[in-house]
């Protein structure tokens, strides 16, 4: 009798298990309601919450508020509405040029970032070579050696070599700051898959570079979603680069053009909340696009530890 019962009490138990409406929760006390310690943990995440997203709440009530309000109230959230802040930071404020200059900087080094690590990476994890670790270990060197010791003679490397105050000097600045890390990152990736995949390809008679692009690249697509939000963000983030190497201010970006809007004779907190604003919203657009992908990449990292 026991034989025949434990089959049907082992499938009770899966199926409370598996449905939330079984009323099985094991974070609520009986009768259905929360237990304290629960309670207690959605209160703080909920205060952590609030406190992260005020900054930008704030920023947004302020750009969509008239100017005399912002003069007035300058804390009161959304008590009034108005684009004008935002049409004067874009005309007045030249943020429309900002906005074509960061992504005139940022896309490119971007692209080649992703492209060179991807295949640093995958050269480093899968290809066996002479001097491969002390190769690699050189190149990983980039992430130990700060931005700040090499900054000023690098400036004048760039303008013996006419780069300096151009838009490709730049690029390959930005770039090559962001080269090491996502080399270290794709490398963590193509180690982790199997050898048995490009040896089977091999047999079959799959070239290089075949399974490179047609094998080897949709398995770590994850790691090159991750990689991309992480340069955009750093590359497009960046000030110190652009304010050293593009000295003229031909080609501002959106976080010199910020400095520069404050650094007036008068403060207008209207139309600086709406450049602000008109800096973070790509940012935020790209993360909700790519949030899967990075998600992905945080786990995936997490596992290879």
């Known amino acids: 009798m026991m ?3 434990a089959p049907a009490e082992r499938d009770r138990r899966i199926t409370e298990l598996a449905d939330p409406e079984s009323g099985h929760d094991r974070s609520r006390i009986p009768g259905g309601r929360r237990s304290p310690a629960q309670v207690a943990l959605h209160v703080l995440l909920a205060g952590m919450a609030v406190f992260v997203l005020m900054p930008v709440i704030l920023v947004v009530s302020t750009t969509l508020k008239t100017p005399a309000d912002v003069r007035v109230n300058p804390f009161g959230l959304f008590s009034s509405f108005s684009l004008q802040n935002i049409i004067d930071a874009w ?6 040029d900002y906005v074509l200059n960061s992504f005139l900087l940022t896309v490119p080094s971007t692209a080649i970032v992703v492209v060179v690590s991807v295949m640093a990476g995958y050269t480093f994890a899968r290809l066996p070579f002479r001097g491969r670790t002390v190769l690699f270990y050189l190149v990983v060197l980039g992430l130990l050696v700060p931005f700040f010791t090499y900054m000023i003679p690098l400036y ?5 070599m006419g780069l300096l105050d151009t838009l490709p000097g730049a690029i390959l600045v930005l770039a090559s700051t962001g080269t090491s890390f996502g080399t270290f990152f794709m ?18 008679g799959a070239s290089e570079v075949q399974i490179f692009t047609r094998i080897m690249l949709p398995l770590v697509g994850s790691g090159i979603g991750a990689l991309t939000v992480f340069t955009f963000l750093a590359n497009w983030n960046n000030f110190l680069i652009p304010l050293l190497y593009l000295p003229s201010g031909d080609f501002r970006p959106l976080t010199a053009g910020l ?12 139309p600086l909340a709406a450049g602000t604003l ?11 696009v790519l949030q899967r992908q990075v998600t992905q990449g945080f786990i995936s990292g997490a596992v290879k530890g």
């Open 3 to 5: 034989t025949a019962t």
């Open 91 to 96: 005309t007045v404020g030249r943020f429309s």
């Open 156 to 160: 004048f490397q760039l303008r013996g």
């Open 187 to 204: 490398r963590a990736f193509f180690s982790d898959l199997p050898q048995e995949l490009e040896q089977s390809a091999r047999v079959d």
């Open 259 to 270: 400095y520069m809007f404050t650094s007036g004779r008068s403060l207008d907190i209207g």
């Open 278 to 288: 008109i800096t973070i919203l790509p940012i935020i657009v790209l993360f909700v």
